[in-house]
Each structure stands twice: as structure tokens, then as C-alpha cells.
């Protein structure tokens, strides 16, 4: 399998977090790189800059345009938590979330 990109994150990022805890990028990262079955060499293969593994910037980003939206809120560094927008999103169970998606959102 491919790595995914950042928009293809969005959604299981977004229900990673619908429990209301608080989680690590890190620990989203492997979260997400289990659901989409990554090989060990996927998980491991890092972006051209060498500081960082695929999946965990296209966690980053992912995470970053959610915020923007006001999905995920980073209640300390590093970490994300769910929002009372993104559970009400949720709510409607979404088949898809993308940029298109979170231009509804004036932020």
C-alpha cells in the first residue's frame, strides 16, 4: 500500500480523537499508519529533509488544517483533542473529509 496523503487522515484523525482524550501526534501517527496497514518500511520511510517519516508530517498536516477549522483544538504541545464542532460534524457521519470539506468553516 501507498502512504496516504494528509486529506485522506482527516476523517480517522478525526475519530482517533472522538473519544475527548488527549492524543500524542506520535501516538496518532501509528495509530493511523496501523488502520491504513503500512509495511514497517512505509512506516519508516522519511521525507526528503530526512527530519520526519511520512506519516507522521502527513499526520501533521492533516492535523494542522483541522485546527484551522476549529476540529481539534492542542490543549499542550504536540498533542490533539477533539472539539464540540468536530462532534457535531461527526455527528453526521461524514464519508469524506477534505480542504473542500473544511472550507465551510470561516476560519
Not at 493511523?32 to 502527513?58: C, H
Not at 464519508?95 to 468553516?105: A, G, N, P, S
Request: charged share 30%.
Amino acid at each position: 500500500m501507498t502512504i496516504p496523503d494528509y486529506e485522506s487522515l482527516m476523517l480517522p484523525l478525526l475519530n482517533l480523537t472522538s473519544d475527548g482524550k488527549e492524543h500524542s501526534i506520535d501516538q496518532a501517527a501509528q495509530h493511523l499508519a496501523r488502520l491504513f496497514k503500512l509495511t514497517p518500511e512505509e512506516q519508516e520511510e522519511r521525507i526528503p529533509s530526512g527530519q520526519s517519516t511520512y506519516i507522521k508530517n502527513r499526520t501533521g498536516w492533516a492535523r494542522t488544517y483541522l485546527k484551522k477549522a476549529g476540529l481539534l483544538t492542542s490543549p499542550k504541545r504536540g498533542f490533539v483533542q477533539i472539539t464540540e464542532r468536530c462532534r457535531e460534524v461527526l455527528s453526521q457521519k461524514p464519508e469524506k473529509i477534505d480542504r473542500r470539506f473544511l472550507e465551510q468553516f470561516p476560519e
